[in-house]
């Protein structure tokens, strides 16, 4: 299953503190860095969409997520205050699975308790409030915390693509190893992520 990572919206200024940081507390990352080209976040003024984003790229490919997210996001504009009164043919148009559709029908149920998290940047009691919504868990919460909130010090350790390069790039094999390795990241563990993604190229497994 792969995902793409440049499908994602980007615009984290990265600064040379950052880079400097990581580098110094990482010989292995800072080869990674001077290797790959600086990613960037842009921040997400749509939070209800974003979740919907995340929940559709969930367990898919890269190339059937960006299908379905454009088909979504063409029906979403004319009926984003409609999303749950949608029918069985109109989902099923857009190539939504009946369980996707009901997790995305969560998040517009929930579009009021999501939309108040603008107020906050505490990642705990995000991660509290958006946990509550079926069909939302770890791996799309830290997604939201990356591209939607641009928290710097994120580590999505359910993230296999990332899991996975880490074991190649550091010849470790368990996730105390990996979690270890990630801790030395802070508070950047967003920024070190980033370029890990990077390093697989635009398209990465998850």
């Given at each position: 299953?792969?995902?793409?990572?440049?499908?994602?919206?980007?615009?984290?200024?990265i600064n040379k503190?950052?880079?400097?940081?990581?580098?110094?507390?990482?010989?292995?990352?800072?080869?990674?860095?001077?290797?790959?080209?600086?990613?960037?976040?842009?921040?997400?003024?749509?939070?209800?969409?974003?979740?919907?984003?995340?929940?559709?790229?969930?367990?898919?490919?890269?190339?059937?997520?960006?299908?379905?997210?454009?088909?979504?996001?063409?029906?979403?504009?004319?009926?984003?205050?409609?999303?749950?009164?949608?029918?069985?043919?109109?989902?099923?148009?857009?190539?939504?699975?009946?369980?996707?559709?009901?997790?995305?029908?969560?998040?517009?149920?929930?579009?009021?308790?999501?939309?108040?998290?603008k107020k906050t940047?505490?990642?705990?009691?995000?991660?509290?409030?958006?946990?509550?919504?079926?069909?939302?868990?770890?791996?799309?919460?830290?997604?939201?915390?990356?591209?939607?909130?641009?928290?710097?010090?994120?580590?999505?350790?359910?993230?296999?693509?990332?899991?996975?390069?880490?074991?190649?790039?550091?010849?470790?094999?368990?996730?105390?190893?990996?979690?270890?390795?990630?801790?030395?990241?802070?508070?950047?563990?967003?920024?070190?992520?980033?370029?890990?993604?990077?390093?697989?190229?635009?398209?990465?497994?998850?």
């Open positions: 299953i792969r995902i793409n990572f440049a499908f994602f919206k980007k615009s984290i200024m503190n950052h880079i400097t940081f990581l580098s110094k507390k990482d010989k292995i990352l800072k080869k990674i860095i001077e290797q790959n080209k600086k990613p960037q976040i842009s921040k997400s003024k749509d939070y209800v969409l974003d979740l919907c984003k995340y929940i559709i790229f969930q367990q898919i490919s890269t190339k059937a997520g960006i299908s379905i997210f454009n088909r979504f996001i063409n029906y979403y504009n004319s009926n984003k205050n409609n999303i749950p009164g949608w029918n069985q043919d109109e989902w099923k148009k857009i190539g939504i699975s009946n369980r996707k559709k009901t997790y995305i029908e969560n998040v517009f149920y929930n579009q009021k308790q999501i939309c108040s998290l940047n505490d990642s705990s009691l995000i991660r509290d409030e958006l946990i509550k919504i079926k069909g939302i868990g770890n791996w799309t919460i830290d997604m939201f915390l990356i591209f939607s909130k641009n928290n710097l010090d994120i580590f999505p350790d359910g993230d296999l693509a990332l899991i996975n390069v880490i074991k190649s790039k550091y010849h470790v094999e368990s996730i105390e190893q990996i979690i270890e390795i990630a801790n030395k990241w802070s508070p950047y563990k967003t920024i070190a992520t980033l370029y890990l993604w990077e390093s697989l190229g635009d398209d990465f497994p998850n």
